[in-house]
């Protein structure tokens, strides 16, 4: 075989045994954003799935371990479009009457959104092991009470 035929050979085996890298799925079943951090093999990432998607990261054999906390910055958001929508309200005399409705709706939306919030508390974590083809999931939901719960498969 001449060097290039090899070369070729070469990256095409390190394609197929990169693509059987095993992954961790991180699902968040909540109504509200998370960061979810992973920690696998010395190494750890950050995700940051939205309410009701998934997002995914690259991982290593071995033990891992998934920590979610509520997305901060949701609430530095909500927080702003609050107040802007409190000072909307406060000049109530220069919106029209499905204006002043939608401004008050949307204020309730987000108490409700900030109430999830802050019912979850500063986090949750689970852990587990990785095998060569086997991949990790994380399902992140609320518990009764509105505390973050994660849940490693």
Request: charged fraction near 15%; glycine fraction near 12%.
């Amino acid at each position: 075989m001449n060097r290039g035929a090899v070369a070729i050979a070469l990256i095409a085996a390190a394609g197929l045994l990169a693509g059987c890298a095993p992954s961790i799925v991180v699902q968040n079943k909540t109504g509200f954003g998370v960061r979810a951090v992973i920690t696998n093999g010395g190494h750890s990432q950050v995700l940051s799935p939205s309410p009701g998607e998934s997002s995914a990261a690259d991982a290593e054999e071995g033990a891992y371990r998934v920590t979610v906390v509520p997305d901060r910055e949701w609430v530095e958001w909500a927080t702003a479009t609050r107040r802007y929508l409190n000072d909307r309200l406060a000049n109530s005399s220069q919106l029209t009457g499905p204006q002043l409705l939608d401004v008050v709706q949307r204020l309730k939306d987000i108490a409700a959104k900030m109430q999830q919030y802050q019912a979850a508390g500063a986090g949750a974590s689970c852990g587990g092991v990785l095998g060569a083809e086997q991949d990790g999931l994380a399902i992140i939901t609320t518990s009764a009470d509105g505390g973050l719960v994660v849940t490693c498969k």
